[in-house]
């Protein structure tokens, strides 16, 4: 394998920093090229030297000088970009081989889309573009002949056991069903009469993996993995009916893919994402990973359920944005980013994201989606709408 170039895109969060760790397990295969933060601009010029990336970009870019700053006192010899322009440059440059989606939200779009744009190898983290701009997306990646390899833990699973050819049809392949399973969150067994009193803290103590904020949330409400059945019909091509969700409290396997002649291929490991990170890094090679390995001979309780729409009515709203499409995805991401965001500074309950949710998207009729600007328009309406909504209650 020759070495790749590789820009990392929120280099600074969870799923950056893990991604930096695998490539400095394979120093001699992979050079980081750009990296990007929101607002870290410490973490970002520490992690330019230590990896002695030629561009550096901060996304607030009142933070420019700042950063130029740090870069000198880290002895790191990056160019200075910031804003839009800096995110286009680091994803889309004729230096970058391999982008590393991983910025958190609808913020990550625009430059998750130019990497489709210019042909580049994606390894997508940033689930919530394909869930708003999905079709637009994956029509864009085909275009340029740009390889999508999904990053998040399920969707990797699965794309290891998919049959060659699967974005032609799935039926097609043999391949009767998608399973994503879920750990279930933190609150699993909990009360739904006790869902008011939980916390942010305890909302982000994932029982299994170690996340960002958002994410972490998005686990405990099961809107996570409503956002990721989304994600699954754009990736491999799916219709709705061809999605199954069952929760796996301990998160050995991390998804299936069910056959027509009864075979069910899985894939397994332990819950470290640096596995998916390193197999979409090096596809279709392998390489080192740093993770522990499963111990199979210690493992005698592998169970899956059913999930509870009762208790967890996010999953549920996802199925249904998923079935309305169009503008709906669109909607249900922009008002939970809303939620999310408010919940985690206390000013909504964790109950209440839900209802929030449902709300804008009662509130929201559903339109047409042909392009970017359409994705964009709509997501800002619904943000608004779903500000309202905290105004009104909270002031
Ligand atoms: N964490 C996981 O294990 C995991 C698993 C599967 C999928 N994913 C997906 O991967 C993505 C990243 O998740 P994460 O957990 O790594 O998130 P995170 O820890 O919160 O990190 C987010 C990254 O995005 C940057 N960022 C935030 N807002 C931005 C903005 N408006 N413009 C540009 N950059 C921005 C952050 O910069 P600052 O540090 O400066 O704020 C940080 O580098 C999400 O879409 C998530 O759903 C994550």
Known sequence: MNCKKVSVLGSTGSIGKNTLDVIDRNRDLFHVHALSAHRNVTELAEQCARFNARLAVIADASLENELAQALKQNGAGAEVMSGEPGLLEAAGGPETDIVMAAIVGAAGLRSTFEAAHRGKKILLANKESLVIAGEVFVAEARRNKAPVIPVD????????????????????????????????GPFRQLAAERFSDVTPEQACNHPNWSMGRKISVDSATLMNKGLEVIEARWLFNADPDQIEVLVHPQSVVHSMVAYRDGSVLAQMGTPDMRTPIAHALAWPSRIEA????????????????????K????????FEAMASGASAPVTLNAANE?????????TIGFDEIPCLVADVMERIPVSAIENLEDVMQQDQQARREANDWVKNIYG
């Open 153 to 184: 833990s399920e969707h990797n699973a699965i794309f290891q056991a998919m049959p060659e050819g699967f974005e032609h049809g799935l039926a097609e392949r043999g391949v009767e069903k998608i399973i994503l399973t879920a750990s279930g």
């Open 290 to 309: 740093g993770v522990d390995r499963l111990n199979l001979a210690q493992m005698n309780d592998l169970s899956f359920e059913k999930p509870d729409l």
């Open 311 to 318: 208790r967890f009515p996010c999953l549920g709203l996802a």
């Open 338 to 346: 809303i939620a999310v965001a408010a919940f985690l500074d206390g």
